[in-house]
Antibody, heavy 118, light 109 residues
Framework: QLQLQESGPGLVKPSETLSLTCTVS??????????WGWIRQPPGKGLEWIGS???????YYNPSLKSRVTISVDTSKNQFSLKLSSVTAADTAVYYC??????????WGQGTLVTVSS | DIQMTQSPSTLSASVGDRVTITCRAS??????LAWYQQKPGKAPKLLIY???SLESGVPSRFSGSGSGTEFTLTISSLQPDDFATYYC???????????FGQGTKLEIK
């Protein structure tokens, strides 16, 4: 059973870079059966797609965040990562990592709250 | 970008009611539409994928329909556990991008 777990700082200062890692267990991140994504949810608000990455390395980013987002994969550690630069308070959210099967999210991490504050 | 519009934003209903939530896409997405249920403090849970396929383990009172730009999620007989927020999600097979509807909060009347 595929499981995902987010990790990273819960507090980031404005203008700095938010960095999160998702560790995948129960399956290989190199599998062609899945691709991998990040989704966030500001407190009390809806879900926002950040971006996704295929096992081939191809990435797809939300146009509204594209200039600040980088998603990468580390196959040696079975992990994938999110970097979001120049953060502001508007980036405060629960960040979820996810596995995708074709067109939908098949597994979610539990989510991690990241607060942007000085 | 493909925009997803859900309606209503809030829905009040009673146990045993039949309810329908609608999701409209700004352009055709074929059947690349999924529905999720989210409860407070929890990650969303997949209910329906490819517009009408029921995820394993999801009760049969949930059903999805539609194609192109208009989709519906129907709960045939509301149970106490169903009061939650529901989101639709589209997948653009050309761009590889996804997006969510704004959510529908299903409340107890």
């Amino acid at each position: 059973q595929l499981q995902l777990q987010e990790s990273g700082p819960g507090l980031v200062k404005p203008s700095e870079t938010l960095s999160l890692t998702c560790t995948v267990s129960g399956g290989s991140i190199s599998s062609s059966s899945y691709y991998w994504g990040w989704i966030r949810q500001p407190p009390g608000k809806g879900l926002e797609w950040i971006g996704s990455i295929y096992y081939s390395g191809s990435t797809y980013y939300n146009p509204s965040l594209k200039s600040r987002v980088t998603i990468s994969v580390d196959t040696s550690k079975n992990q994938f990562s999110l970097k979001l630069s120049s953060v502001t308070a508007a980036d405060t959210a629960v960040y979820y990592c996810a596995s995708l099967s074709g067109s939908y999210v098949s597994r979610w991490g539990q989510g991690t709250l990241v607060t942007v504050s000085s | 970008d493909i925009q997803m519009t859900q309606s209503p934003s809030t829905l009040s209903a009673s146990v045993g009611d039949r309810v329908t939530i609608t999701c409209r896409a700004s352009q055709s997405i074929s059947s690349w539409l999924a529905w999720y249920q989210q409860k407070p403090g929890k990650a969303p849970k997949l209910l329906i994928y490819k517009a009408s396929s029921l995820e394993s383990g999801v009760p049969s009172r949930f059903s999805g329909s539609g194609s192109g730009t208009e989709f519906t999620l129907t709960i045939s007989s509301l149970q106490p556990d169903d009061f939650a927020t529901y989101y639709c999600q589209q997948y653009n097979s050309y761009s590889g991008m996804c997006s969510f509807g704004q959510g529908t909060k299903l409340e107890i009347k």
